[in-house]
């Protein structure tokens, strides 16, 4: 059973807007860290955002800061991604994944390393 699956991708032109979201299920707990990556055709896997089980701690990455949103509905189990002001360098396949860490500033949040389950990704292009 794949633990994490997510949704909301596509094509979109600059400056608009996406919602993504990531379901939640199986190993993966509603206590752990939730957090969303990238990745870009010929880069390395790159944090976008992170949010702690309980909701009240966020960290997102300075390319992201004060577009994105990161939030969490515990009643369905899931973990979105508000996605505003869509710049063509947003294009990337973007996963989900969970930790079961504690979300603290010193905590290796950016790290893929930190995290135990991924999900299969989801594509969004941005059109300039």
């Known amino acids: 059973q794949v633990p994490l699956v997510e949704s909301g991708g596509g094509l979109m032109q600059a400056g608009g807007s996406l919602r993504l979201s990531c379901a939640a299920s199986?190993?993966?707990?509603?206590?752990?860290?939730m957090g969303w990556f990238r990745q870009a055709p010929g880069k390395e896997r790159e944090f976008v955002a992170v949010?702690?089980?309980?909701?009240?701690?966020?960290y997102y990455s300075n390319s992201v800061q004060g577009r994105f949103t990161i939030s969490r509905e515990y009643a369905m189990n899931t973990v979105g991604l508000q996605m505003n002001t869509l710049k063509p360098e947003d294009t990337a396949v973007y996963y989900c994944?969970?930790?079961?860490?504690?979300?603290?500033?010193?905590?290796?949040?950016?790290?893929?390393?930190?995290?135990?389950?991924w999900g299969q990704g989801t594509q969004v292009t941005v059109a300039s």
């Open positions: 994944a969970a930790s079961p860490r504690s979300l603290y500033m010193g905590s290796n949040y950016a790290d893929p390393d930190w995290y135990d389950y």
């Open positions: 949010i702690s089980w309980t909701g009240r701690i966020t």
């Open positions: 199986g190993s993966t707990a509603s206590s752990d860290a």
